[in-house]
Nanobody, 124 residues
Framework: QVKLVESGGGLVQVGDSLRLSCEAS????????MGWFRQAPGKEREFVAA????????YYADAVKGRFTISGDKAKNMVYLQMSDLKSEDTAVYYC?????????????????WGQGTQVTISS
């Protein structure tokens, strides 16, 4: 079982940047793809970004493309989400996840291994 712990959230202003971190423990996740999801108040959880370790490809939701960058350090079991030019609509709890995909543009998270998430709040 993989345990995921997110950190790095906070309260920032529109246009600012933040870097989220996700530490994975348990079984090695190097063979998997990892992703970030977010959930805003009153909305469903949505895909943000994913990285496929074996081929190094990255994938982004249209809403964050060009502003967010996903990366990782397999040796440290870490996944990062660098967020720039933040907008008020980026306010949400951000979660990392082991993911499977893509299926079209859809990524399937492993529901057994959600972390506690990290709150990102953008003030205007």
């Amino acid at each position: 079982q993989v345990k995921l712990v997110e950190s790095g959230g906070g309260l920032v202003q529109v246009g600012d940047s933040l870097r989220l971190s996700c530490e994975a423990s348990g079984r090695s996740f190097s063979a998997y793809a990892m992703g970030w999801f977010r959930q805003a108040p009153g909305k469903e959880r949505e895909f943000v970004a994913a990285i496929r370790w074996m081929i190094g490809s990255t994938y982004y939701a249209d809403a964050v493309k060009g502003r967010f960058t996903i990366s990782g350090d397999k040796a440290k079991n870490m996944v990062y989400l660098q967020m720039s030019d933040l907008k008020s609509e980026d306010t949400a709890v951000y979660y990392c996840a082991v993911v499977d995909g893509p299926y079209g543009s859809r990524w399937i998270p492993d529901e057994r291994a959600w972390g506690q998430g990290t709150q990102v709040t953008i003030s205007s």
